[in-house]
């Protein structure tokens, strides 16, 4: 069965910087599209970086744009994100996401979920 | 890239039924069939329920059901059960490889 497990979450001083990690197992990795999603402590939840199944392509939301970096290692099957210049609302639960696929299609939807990691950015 | 509009909290009874909006622009909801929504328990994380407007993922109950007119999409759950209790976010494909979510709405089965 599909399972993300992320990790590298903790606490960080504002500037500072930190990778999270997500290790993919239950289906081939190197086919699917990845996603970070956050949500911060009490609130909803925003789409934060996407990068497609080999890696050639990356898109970021605004409010992390130059800061933070999408990538992947398929042949560990393993998505990361660098994050940068971190600020303090970027305090949140970090989840990574594939899409939903039946069918032999698959959607701009998030099927599947990893348990997340917790960022929290204090001095 | 603005997040969608949900109302805060909704309530029914249980057997009910209750819809939730979700007002977007035509820059997201009115321009893709691409709207997913999402229950989330407390400390868990989000499921997927509706996806591309009106579909439901195998496993998900029938009592769950999307729908979109102009730039508004409607999650509605009929015949309430006490475990709908839950957080529900939508999400709408915006473009360029973009999603945007909604601020969440709150439900309480009475």
């Known amino acids: 069965q599909v399972q993300l497990v992320e990790s590298g979450g903790g606490v960080v001083q504002p500037g500072r910087s930190l990778r999270l990690s997500c290790a993919a197992s239950g289906f081939t990795f190197s086919s699917y599209g990845m996603h970070w999603v956050r949500q911060a402590p009490g609130e909803g939840l925003e789409s934060v970086a996407v990068?497609?199944?080999?890696?050639?392509?990356?898109y970021y939301a605004d409010s992390v744009k130059g800061r933070f970096t999408i990538s992947r290692d398929n042949s560990r099957n393993t998505l990361y994100v660098q994050m940068n210049s971190l600020r303090a609302e970027d305090t949140a639960m970090y989840f990574c996401a594939r899409p939903y696929c039946s069918g032999g299609n698959c959607y701009w939807a998030f099927g599947y979920w990893g348990q997340g990691t917790l960022v929290t950015v204090s001095s | 890239q603005s997040a969608l509009t949900q109302p805060a909290s909704v309530s029914g009874s249980p057997g009910q039924s209750i819809t939730i909006s979700c007002t977007g622009t035509s820059s997201d909801v009115g321009s893709y069939n691409l709207v997913s929504w999402y229950q989330q328990h407390p400390g868990k994380a989000p499921k997927l329920m509706i996806y591309e407007v009106t579909k439901r993922p195998s496993g998900v109950s029938n009592r769950f059901s999307g729908s979109k007119s102009g730039n508004t999409a409607s999650l509605t759950i009929s015949g309430l059960q006490a475990e709908d209790e839950a957080d529900y976010y939508c999400c709408s494909y915006a473009g360029t490889s973009t999603l945007v979510f909604g601020g969440g709405t709150k439900l309480t089965v009475l």
């Open positions: 990068i497609s199944h080999d890696g050639s392509n990356k």
